[in-house]
């Protein structure tokens, strides 16, 4: 079977992977036949030893992700010097608490260096018969630059792959006694990191997209809900997630509204749904009084076999593509999503907005900060280039 690796990259990406490793599971589980099945199983998994792990590599800082201790008998008895029952639970119920990843796939990155040894990751990479590749980064910190040195060798090993690449915008808290300047500095850098990771991560990818969920529970649900159209055989080509070339840049939103009530509404009053669940970034100074554009829609549903769309369910969008997951939907509690979800992948005027808002916090960051990073390696013209390219992008998306 060929195989989807996934890599995930910072501190939020594990947090939001864990949790879907954790529903994925138990998705897993609660479907036996996928065992002895090989073209029903999880591209994203292996199955070895009785055990579904996830066929994925964790980059962290230094102690940055738990790993899983085993449980002792001789640990509870230890504590204890009377008579002790011990409950033995199914390995499967264990696996379902237990951290997914096992040790060998957690890479403890020290140091953001360009020539930090990686040919361990590449000699493993080279073993697979990759279908492709997911991603998970934080875009908005030196994660997103780690994360294209990795995944630029993986372009270069399978050039042919599709790589999406989900981009988790996200703000890390800042103490409460930093001064103006200090949140102005870390503002600035926040943007060129963010802006630089999301054209190069763009450029890498067959599809991007820019992900800020209202929490990672939701995240995960809508990620799982997309990601199932090429985990699982059979249930959609990878071609039909994607658009223009040109165009990968894209927005996901995942509602639990019953595919029958959720396709019954008005066309505009199930966009204004899709953009209240939206995990796309929240953009600032938005004016909404310009006429809407909806150019691409990609609809999965997931959780109900039967299930078949009206002609109309794609309606405002000028191009919309459709397909059907079977396979019932868990969240990260191992709660069954009753009724089915239906996951939208789209291409709105709020994509080309959300890019332009980019460039315009490139130009706007704080002169020292801009020589901070110059002095780090950056060209004198680096700023202007990074407004430059996501306009250009922004133009490229409609």
């Known amino acids: 079977m060929r ?17 879907l490793w954790h529903s994925v599971l138990s ?6 036949s996928s065992i002895t099945t090989d073209g029903a199983r999880d591209s994203s998994m292996t199955y070895r030893n009785g055990r579904y792990t996830p066929r994925a590599v964790s980059f ?12 002792s008998v001789d ?20 696996q379902a608490v237990a ?20 040919n361990n990751f590449y000699d493993g990479v080279l073993g697979l018969d990759a279908k492709g590749v997911q991603c998970i980064v934080d875009v908005d910190s030196t994660w997103g630059g780690f994360a294209s040195e990795v995944l630029r060798g993986f372009r270069e090993e399978c050039p042919s792959a599709f790589v999406s690449v989900l981009g988790l915008d996200t703000r890390y808290p800042v103490a409460s006694q930093a001064d103006f300047f200090d949140l102005s500095k870390q503002s600035g850098r926040r943007s060129i990191n963010l802006a630089s990771s999301v054209l190069i991560l763009n450029e890498l990818s067959s599809l991007f997209i820019p992900f800020s969920p209202h929490t990672f529970d939701a995240g995960a649900v809508a990620w799982n809900c997309l990601s199932s159209v090429y985990r699982w055989r059979g249930s959609a080509s990878t071609q039909d997630l994607l658009f223009r070339p040109n165009a990968t840049v894209m927005e996901l939103s995942c509602s639990l509204v019953p595919p029958a009530t959720l396709f019954a509404m008005p066309p505009l009053d199930r966009v204004a749904h899709w953009d209240q669940l939206s995990s796309f970034p929240v953009i600032q100074d938005c004016d909404d009084t310009t006429l809407r554009k909806f150019r691409f829609q990609f609809l999965a549903v997931r959780g109900l076999p039967h299930y078949s769309f009206d002609r109309l369910a794609g309606q405002p969008f000028d191009h919309w593509r459709s397909t059907v997951v079977a396979k ?18 789209s291409i709105t005027d709020r994509v080309p907005k959300y890019l332009e808002a980019l460039a315009t916090g490139v130009k706007h960051v704080d002169p020292r900060v801009v020589h901070e990073f110059t002095q780090a390696g950056m060209t004198c013209d680096g700023i ?8 250009s992008l922004s133009d490229s998306v409609l």
Do not use: Y
């Open 384 to 391: 202007r280039d990074l407004h430059d390219d996501l306009m």
């Open 27 to 32: 998705e897993l589980n609660a479907d036996k």
């Open 99 to 118: 951290t997914p990843l096992p040790s060998r796939a957690i890479v403890e990155v020290n140091e953001f260096r360009h020539f930090d040894p990686l």
């Open 328 to 345: 019932p939907l868990f969240d990260q509690s191992s709660h069954l999503v009753d009724g089915g979800a239906v996951a939208s992948l």
């Open 60 to 71: 962290c800082s230094k102690g940055g992700l738990s790993k899983a201790k085993p449980r």
């Open 75 to 94: 640990t509870a008895s230890s504590a204890w010097d009377g008579n002790v029952q011990v409950i033995s639970q199914d390995s499967e119920d264990a």
């Open 3 to 19: 195989e989807t690796l996934t890599l995930q990259f910072g501190s939020a990406s594990n947090q939001l992977a864990d949790k």
